[in-house]
């Protein structure tokens, strides 16, 4: 167990320095601090985020979850991810490799009008490298999703417990009363 999640993180390592140009843009968006994108899902160009949360975290890495739809008339991408909580922020998914389950990091997400991207435990996550600091039930932090065409989306992430499944229910701030569900 212990020698297959190593040999996953070397080559999601790997991965990561090719991937490099994903984070060529950090140059201090953060203070967007998501005031006014509270209200209402988060939304540019046909681009919908509704659902942002991560799983509180037990080490110095963490996973969040977004889900995306995509209301407009063309293909987009999912392209990079930043939060400050975390050094790096990847798109990962999960594959089963004969019988292990096994991180893989992405490019890209797809995104094709009429068929929402759900990330969720088990599948596609953001993973978040190096947290700044243990994410912890409750607690909201933005994510800034760069997107091919549709360009930056910020939204506020609420910590649900370390084991969860979804999103803490009945939690209403930032959502603006979009509490529909795809699954
Ligand atoms: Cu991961």
Redesign the pocket.
């Known amino acids: 167990m212990r020698k297959t999640t190593a040999s996953v993180l070397t080559a999601m390592a790997a991965t990561l320095i090719a991937g490099a140009p994903l984070h060529a843009e950090q140059h201090g968006h953060d203070k967007a601090g998501g005031h006014a994108m509270t209200k209402m899902p988060a939304k540019a160009a046909g681009i919908v985020v509704e659902q942002a949360w991560a799983r509180a975290s037990v080490t110095s890495n963490g ?1 969040a979850y977004v889900s995306i739809r995509n209301a407009g008339k063309s293909t987009d991408q999912l392209i990079g991810i930043r939060t400050p909580v975390a050094k790096r922020a ?1 798109l ?1 998914t999960h594959l089963m490799d004969n019988g292990i389950m096994r ?1 893989r990091p992405l490019k890209a997400i797809e995104l094709n009008p009429g068929a929402p991207a759900v990330m969720r435990p088990g599948g596609d ?1 953001i ?1 978040l490298m190096g947290l700044t600091h243990k994410l912890k039930r409750g607690e909201r932090f933005p994510i800034t999703l760069r997107f091919a065409k549709a360009g930056e989306v910020t939204v506020m992430a609420t910590v649900a417990g370390p084991g969860a499944r979804g999103p803490a229910k009945g939690d209403h701030k930032g959502h603006g009363g979009d509490m529909k569900h795809t699954h």
Do not use: G, L, R, S
């Open positions: 996973a990847e990962h991180m996550h993973m």
